[in-house]
T-cell receptor
Framework: KAGVTQTPRYLIKTRGQQVTLSCSPISGHRSVSWYQQTPGQGLQFLFEYFSETQRNKGNFPGRFSGRQFSNSRSEMNVSTLELGDSALYLCASSSRTGGAGYGYTFGSGTRLTVV | AQSVTQLGSHVSVSEGALVLLRCNYSSSVPPYLFWYVQYPNQGLQLLLK??????LVKGINGFEAEFKKSETSFHLTKPSAHMSDAAEYFC??????????????FGKGTLLTVNP
């Protein structure tokens, strides 16, 4: 079955702009999480959604937001981009009710470069 | 609060040698523990996970890890390294109930180099 699909794979944006990243989870998975990966900070949790509800949020400024649709697809938005937002953004999905015990499957990520 | 410490940001082994990547965790409640591998320009691939069943967990590609509660460790091993094992490896923990159960906390990663 198809894995977690993230689009686009690569993005270049200018400081001050906003960006929207998309994630389609594995069919049947209802939990979607987002992570930011940078060389300096490593992998950091952004937020997690289940059935269109945000269940947990990481320590990121309000410029980072997300949402989940009724078909479980998710988007994350970053407004007023800063150079430090350059990162690999990873999406992960989990089955049924989600939660760590079920494990997480990651997508290939979206590489965002802010110039 | 949960945290993960991976000892050694870079490990180098010869092909055919034992691979040992170290991970220690901190959690106030019984944790779920994971090892992921990341190849260049790719996402994370799950190698194995501990979810309170057997303490010795076998994963893909010949990797295994042992959960040791007394040492709060979850080290990853492979008896014989292959060139294709060269990648970055991440240990992760998730624990607690409610929101804490819905996120992974990762270590800083260990870059594994395999020499011919």
């Amino acid at each position: 079955k198809a894995g977690v699909t993230q689009t686009p794979r690569y993005l270049i944006k200018t400081r001050g702009q906003q960006v929207t990243l998309s994630c389609s989870p594995i069919s049947g998975h209802r939990s979607v999480s987002w992570y930011q990966q940078t060389p300096g900070q490593g992998l950091q949790f952004l937020f997690e959604y289940f059935s269109e509800t945000q269940r947990n949020k990481g320590n990121f400024p309000g410029r980072f937001s997300g949402r989940q649709f009724s078909n479980s697809r998710s988007e994350m938005n970053v407004s007023t981009l800063e150079l430090g937002d350059s990162a690999l953004y990873l999406c992960a999905s989990s089955s049924r009710t989600g939660g760590a015990g079920y494990g997480y499957t990651f997508g290939s990520g979206t590489r965002l470069t802010v110039v | 609060a949960q945290s993960v410490t991976q000892l050694g940001s870079h490990v180098s082994v010869s092909e055919g040698a034992l691979v040992l990547l170290r991970c220690n965790y901190s959690s106030s409640v019984p944790p779920y523990l994971f090892w992921y591998v990341q190849y260049p320009n790719q996402g994370l691939q799950l190698l194995l996970k501990y979810t309170s069943a057997a303490t010795l967990v076998k994963g893909i590609n010949g990797f295994e890890a042992e959960f040791k509660k007394s040492e709060t460790s979850f080290h990853l091993t492979k008896p014989s390294a292959h060139m294709s094992d060269a990648a970055e490896y991440f240990c992760a923990v998730s624990s607690g109930s409610g929101g804490s159960n819905y996120k992974l906390t990762f270590g800083k990663g260990t870059l594994l180099t395999v020499n011919p």
